[in-house]
């Protein structure tokens, strides 16, 4: 398993990436605009080559409000070698898979204090497969 970034939700892009790179220093890896979703994704990293985990700021072009203290923190993301393979494993460990990965890409689970956690196959996605393809979603992530 490999860590990969934790996401923050932002109301202000402009000034996150204001205070996170211009202040901070962390520089823009990479950015991607949804029009069809509304919303932006910059990854921002340390300036450190060694340094590969990011953190992605998430700016739904939507949100009127700032969010509140327990909605701004996104989720842990971790890659990993087989992404049912280690659903099959947490499943049969009692963990709830909140977003099963039906496209053998990507699939969220909750710590125990309720962290959302997502996993996400590293290189492409595997093929669609039972029983993930059939399972529907489980609460929130």
Not at 65 to 78: D, K, Q, S, T, V
Not at 123 to 131: A, I, N, T
Request: glycine share 8%; hydrophobic share 35%; net charge negative.
């Amino acid at each position: 398993m490999r860590y990969l970034h934790t996401m923050l939700r932002v109301h202000d892009l402009d000034s996150a990436l204001d205070f996170f790179c211009a202040k901070l220093g962390l520089v823009e890896v990479r950015r991607r605009d949804s029009e069809k979703g509304r919303y932006t994704l910059v990854f921002l990293g340390s300036s450190h080559d060694e340094d590969t985990a990011l953190v992605e700021l998430t700016h739904n072009w939507d949100e009127n409000e700032p969010y509140e203290a327990g909605r701004f923190f996104g989720h842990l993301a971790y890659g990993v070698d087989d992404i049912y393979e280690i659903c099959a494993h947490l499943k049969a460990t009692g963990v709830v898979i909140n977003r099963p990965p039906r496209d053998g890409r990507m699939a969220f689970v909750k710590s125990p204090d309720g962290h959302s956690i997502e996993l996400l196959q590293l290189g492409e996605p595997l093929s669609p497969q039972e029983p993930w393809l059939s399972m529907s979603n489980q609460g929130s992530w």
